[in-house]
């Protein structure tokens, strides 16, 4: 009879390091993602526990929870869901980075953000309409030579356009003319996404403990 070995288990703390700061929210280290140059201050990095996603340096719970509040106010916001379908198959391409963005939220990691000031996640919410369009121009990026062309013109998002006029007037056309395809493709990974907590884009009500 063979005898197996015990599996060693090494925290995840064990991989904290200047490299790997701790997630803001959680407090677990943060890995590299993404180096991307979509007008971002930095390259991004994830946090494997709770899913939030910093991008650049000096990250701080006190910055985090501020970000996430002016994602609406202290009791209902709506974001991006970096733990999404869209996410995962977009990756440098998802809508969810934006110029300038800073923290890439999850539900768990707002849940541990605002439970530092007695909160707890009252009711979060799927939201199919602006999941629908995000993920359309997640499948969108991936074409284009530009960012979040179609959601700026619709003035739901900020857009990294193309160096040159040419490559805009290419991704004007590409999403117009594939709009309809993106759909068909995001209404099935959407519908995946609001049976498994996955969805793109998600609204979240608090409650003080
Ligand atoms: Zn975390």
Request: hydrophobic share 45%.
């Amino acid at each position: 009879m063979s005898e197996s070995l015990p599996t060693r288990v090494v925290p995840l703390e064990a991989g904290a390091s200047a490299e790997n700061p701790p997630c803001p929210a959680c407090g677990e280290p943060l890995f590299g993602w993404l180096d991307t140059q979509l007008g971002l201050a930095g390259p991004v990095r994830r946090c494997e526990s709770c899913g939030l996603g910093v991008v650049g340096g000096d990250a701080s719970p006190e910055e985090a929870l501020r970000e996430l509040d002016r994602c609406g106010d202290e009791e209902s916001v709506r974001f991006p869901n970096r733990a999404s379908y869209a996410c995962a198959l977009g990756s440098a391409g998802w809508s969810g980075i934006e110029p300038g963005a800073r923290y890439l939220f999850t539900v768990e990691a707002a849940r541990r953000l605002v439970a530092r000031r007695d909160q707890v996640v009252k009711r979060s919410r799927w939201l199919p309409g602006a999941s629908l369009a995000a993920t359309c121009q997640t499948l969108l990026n991936s074409v284009t030579f530009g960012h979040n062309v179609a959601l700026a013109a619709l003035g739901r998002a900020r857009a990294v356009p193309a160096d040159e006029p040419w490559k805009r007037f290419i991704d004007g056309l590409a999403s117009v003319v594939l709009a309809i395809p993106a759909l068909a493709i995001a209404l099935p990974v959407e519908l995946a996404g609001a049976i498994f907590g996955r969805g793109a884009v998600v609204a979240l009500r608090f409650e003080l403990l």
